[in-house]
């Protein structure tokens, strides 16, 4: 079993950063993708980004790229997300996930584990 814990989310107004942190449980962080997701209310979850078990590809959705970085520090069991220009648009939970399976990162159900989230609010 695997238990992620998210923190640093809050409040920000449009325009600021904030970062986010997953911490995992367990000794075999280092063999799994991970990824990050997010729902607003009345919307359905969706992908924002997500890393390769090595860190060493990353993927995002279009309407976070180039504002959004994802990282892992799998000495620290961790991953991250670095939030730059944030837009009220970006208001939501946001939910850190983890795959067994190292292949496919795009979609709710590639993920076998996931955190409780934490909420981020951008005002205008």
């Known amino acids: 079993q695997v238990q992620l814990v998210e923190s640093g989310g809050g409040l920000v107004q449009a325009g600021g950063s904030l970062r986010l942190s997953c911490a995992a449980s367990?000794?075999?962080?280092?063999?799994?993708?991970m990824g990050w997701f997010r729902q607003a209310p009345g919307k359905e979850r969706e992908f924002v980004a997500a890393?390769?078990?090595?860190?060493?590809?990353?993927y995002y959705a279009d309407s976070v790229k180039d504002r959004f970085t994802i990282s892992r520090d799998n000495a620290k069991n961790t991953v991250y997300l670095q939030m730059n220009s944030l837009k009220p648009e970006d208001t939501a939970v946001y939910y850190c996930?983890?795959?067994?399976?190292?292949?496919?990162?795009?979609?709710?159900?590639?993920?076998?584990?996931w955190g409780q989230g934490t909420q981020v609010t951008v005002s205008s």
């Open positions: 996930a983890a795959d067994d399976l190292d292949g496919s990162y795009y979609h709710v159900v590639d993920y076998d584990y």
């Open positions: 367990g000794r075999t962080f280092s063999t799994r993708a």
């Open positions: 890393i390769s078990r090595s860190g060493g590809s990353t």
